[in-house]
């Protein structure tokens, strides 16, 4: 409420006892002068700016235009229906190029339009994102609209003062509001948010097993698919990567797949992988595959972890001063080593002396391995701090589904849940949630959604068959 003097009741609205008292803003005349040089810099700046958003449209119609009036109507009915003869061409003979130039654009541009345009004032003001100050009412700006087969991305400028949370709090509403079956907020540059309505959720069906790639390679494995409909391939080489997952998630989908991607280049032996099962019900399944580099016991766990540090050590003595790289060889092999649980042995570990000794072993590789390849994967169910006070060296992280909202950023770093991280919220039905995570890269702030392929027990014992160490081609 504004001060008023006394007796002062100019620009008083409402005088009735039941609502309250609401004054006018004060009316200051402008100049024509000066309305009419902001109408034709804004008629300049949307000209501009259309041509920018949609030049392939532009150019036609103004194409079309210029025909009409520089030749007779037939020459330019006839080179018009010549160029849609071509956009037709293009449409059959590269679908995918006309969509991404044409026909999402159109799409956008009807979206924009016809369905968040009109919605969207009244879905900012019963969501509480708009503000009125002496009676004028703020409005968050929609500045671009991009449509996809999966989703429609909406750029939003906020209001001078609002937070991103705040938008985060009230996907619920957006999601009424505007239509899809998920809604995410993400951050931006500046004042600019990306909200992501997604139309068609690509990733609610399990995925099966994926076919074991024919040539060995210890670049990035596909293991599943992104939210967008395309491969997702999770690099491994080179970096340490932490899963997360409350009990259920699908951690184990991550760890097979990414073993069954790695197997043509284990029995070329560009790859060794060192299994660590404390809870012996998940890598134990396909034991074989693994030979003499798998451990269960607390003890054998401490022992293969030192024998990881050792292999590290003498590598780096020998590249010292001589290479900054690791290349896979059958002499020098990426070395793998996955641990499943890890909390069971950090956290859980009773006896003090090995719970050290396995501690400072993870710490060693995460922070000295990857250069001389030899890189660490781990599964993990409680993130907290003190139950694995290293889960910052690792670089590449993964959350699936979790309790608590405030995890999600204990998994992925600070804001990964205002990106749009929304690992608390993913289902906890088999069906529709398992193998569901976020996944965070180094030197990317934005999470991107994935889901992994389910291994079956019948395909590890398939892998087995073909892979085993005491039969099989390696």
């Not at 920018?52 to 330019?76: K, S, Y």
């Not at 693994?290 to 054998?300: D, I, L, N, Q, V």
Request: proline share 5%.
């Amino acid at each position: 409420m504004f001060k008023r003097l006394p007796g002062d009741t100019s620009g008083l609205v409402t005088t009735t006892p039941e609502t309250s008292v609401v004054f006018a803003p004060t009316v200051i005349r402008t100049p024509a002068i000066v309305t009419l040089v902001i109408w034709a810099f804004r008629l300049v700046a949307g000209v501009v700016r259309l041509v920018i958003r949609h030049p392939i449209a532009v150019a036609v119609t103004g194409g079309t235009a210029a025909l009409w009036v520089r030749f007779d109507w037939q020459e330019a009915a006839m080179v018009t229906g010549v160029m849609l003869a071509e956009v037709g061409l293009l449409w059959v003979v590269a679908p995918r190029l006309w969509a991404r130039w044409i026909g999402w654009r159109l799409v956008a541009w009807a979206r924009m339009t016809f369905v968040y345009g009109p919605r969207w004032q009244s879905t900012m003001a019963i969501a509480g994102l708009t503000a009125s100050i002496k009676g004028r009412v703020f409005v968050p700006r929609l500045v671009r609209v991009r449509c996809s087969g999966w989703a429609d991305v909406l750029t939003v400028r906020m209001l001078r003062g609002q937070a991103p949370g705040a938008w985060a709090e009230r996907t619920p509403n957006l999601l009424s509001g505007l239509g899809g079956v998920s809604c995410r907020v993400a951050v931006l540059k500046g004042a600019r948010l990306r909200v992501t309505i997604v139309r068609r959720d690509e990733l609610a069906v399990p995925l099966a097993a994926l076919p074991v790639p024919e040539v060995a390679t210890v670049g990035p494995v596909e293991i599943g698919r992104q939210e967008n409909g395309e491969p997702y391939r999770l690099k491994v080489h080179g970096t340490h990567v932490l899963v997360a997952g409350a009990t259920g998630a699908g951690k184990g989908s991550y760890i097979w797949s990414v073993i069954r991607g790695l197997l043509p280049a284990m029995a070329a032996g560009l790859v060794e992988v060192w299994a660590l099962d404390p809870k012996r019900m998940e890598l134990s399944f396909g034991r074989r595959l693994f030979g003499k580099r798998y451990a269960a016991t607390p003890e054998e766990c401490t022992e293969l972890l030192e024998r990881a540090v050792r292999v590290m050590q003498e590598r780096a003595d020998r590249y010292a001063g001589r290479r900054r790289s690791h290349v896979p060889t059958p002499d020098d092999p990426f070395v793998l080593v996955i641990v499943d649980e890890v909390a069971f042995l950090t956290a859980y570990q009773e006896d003090r002396g090995l719970r050290h000794r396995i501690l400072a072993a993870l710490a060693t590789l995460t922070t000295q391995g990857r250069a001389v390849g030899v890189g660490v994967l781990a599964a993990l169910q409680d993130p907290r701090k003190e139950v694995l006070t290293i889960r910052n060296l690792f670089p590449d992280k993964i959350a699936l589904r979790l309790d608590e909202a405030e995890q999600v950023d204990m998994v992925l770093g600070d804001g990964a849940r205002d990106r749009g991280a929304l690992a608390d919220e993913i289902s906890q039905t088999q069906v529709e949630g398992a193998g569901v995570g976020y996944v965070r890269l180094e030197g990317s702030p934005d999470p991107v959604r994935v889901r992994a392929a389910y291994v079956s027990d019948d395909d590890i014992r398939n892998m087995e068959r073909g892979y085993g160490v005491d039969g099989g081609t390696w």
